[in-house]
């Protein structure tokens, strides 16, 4: 029951209904007896700073960011941790006792727990990653921060692909080839981990995957796909179909709903029935 001592929580964003965390938040903060509520809060693009400012001062103990305001909420906060700042984007804000804001990342945690769960260890691996936008910077990071020994990023827009490197140059070996490029064919040859970054697959344009030769990869490359919505894409059943083990979105998603329910609350959650939510509200 919602009473006047139950603590807030939501996820500012414009659109916003769309969003699966209320469903997440709300089944792990019952299921941990916590007297929170999580609820979805639309913010007029042009109305951040006094929506953020209108969150602090109602006494929200936290919130989730998604798009567009992952970067723009930036410059209104008094701290950003390591993985926010190095991927430039805060998917989650706590409110501190004094009254300031932290920024956190926790996608790149989400990311890595999709190894994890399945007892993979990316130290001195060689990854390839495909496509170069917001989520490709939490996937390189986390990659980098596992300990991964060589990236190289698969793009269309070689430019933007060059940038998101020269980000992470001096954290290890990270270049960006064309996907049409040999040399990015000869990648996938060698690669231990194939990560599918793009939208390429996602519900409703199921048939889309970006270009890979299936015959032409490492034949114990693990296939990860971010894409949540079909659970199997495209890439992922072809991948299959070759017998390479498989990732989908579900776990990184959960698992970073996860992380931002331990920033706000100290407690650790069920993430088991935070997947199980996730696919129940997704069926
Ligand atoms: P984004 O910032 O728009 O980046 C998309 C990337 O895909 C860009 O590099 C873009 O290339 C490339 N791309 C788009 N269409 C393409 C095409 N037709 N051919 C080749 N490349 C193409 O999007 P994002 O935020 O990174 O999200 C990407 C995907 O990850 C979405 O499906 C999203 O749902 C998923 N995601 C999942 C989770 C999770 O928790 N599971 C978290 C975050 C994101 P250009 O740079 O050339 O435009």
């Known amino acids: 029951m919602i009473t006047g001592g139950t603590k807030l929580l939501g996820v500012i964003g414009a659109p916003v209904t769309h969003s699966l965390s209320p469903v997440l938040q709300n089944a792990a903060l019952r299921a941990a007896g916590l007297d929170y509520v999580y609820v979805a809060l639309p913010v007029r693009r042009d109305a951040l700073p006094s929506a953020v400012a209108g969150l602090r001062d ?7 960011v998604t798009v567009p305001f992952k970067t723009e909420i930036i410059p ?28 956190y990342n926790t996608d790149a945690a989400g990311f890595l727990a999709g190894f994890a769960a399945c007892g993979i260890s990316l130290r001195g691996a060689h990854a390839a990653v495909l496509g170069a936008g917001g ?6 990071w986390g990659l980098l921060k596992a300990g991964a020994a060589r990236i190289d990023i698969g793009v269309r827009s070689p430019r933007k692909g060059a940038a998101l490197c020269a980000d992470f140059a001096a954290d290890g070996g ?11 064919a000869a990648c996938l040859r060698t690669a231990d981990v194939i990560v599918q970054t793009t939208p390429l697959g996602m519900a409703p344009h199921v048939a889309e995957m970006p270009p890979v030769d299936w015959a032409a990869v490492h034949p114990a490359a693990l296939a990860y796909d971010l894409i949540y919505t079909p659970a199997e894409t495209r890439f992922l059943r072809e991948a299959a179909r070759y017998g390479h083990r498989t990732i989908n979105g579900e776990t990184m998603l959960a698992a970073q709903g996860a992380e931002a329910f331990f920033l706000w609350t100290g407690v650790r959650p069920d993430a088991g029935l935070m997947r199980q939510a996730l696919r129940d509200a997704l069926a």
Do not use: K, P, Q, S
């Open 76 to 103: 209104l906060l008094d701290e950003l941790d390591e993985d926010a700042r190095r991927i430039g984007a805060v998917n989650t804000v706590v409110v501190r006792a004094d009254g300031g804001l932290a920024g």
């Open 174 to 184: 990270v270049r960006a080839l064309h996907f049409a490029d040999d040399a990015f």
């Open 58 to 64: 109602a006494g929200f103990c936290g919130w989730n």
């Open 135 to 140: 989520a490709a910077r939490a996937v390189l």
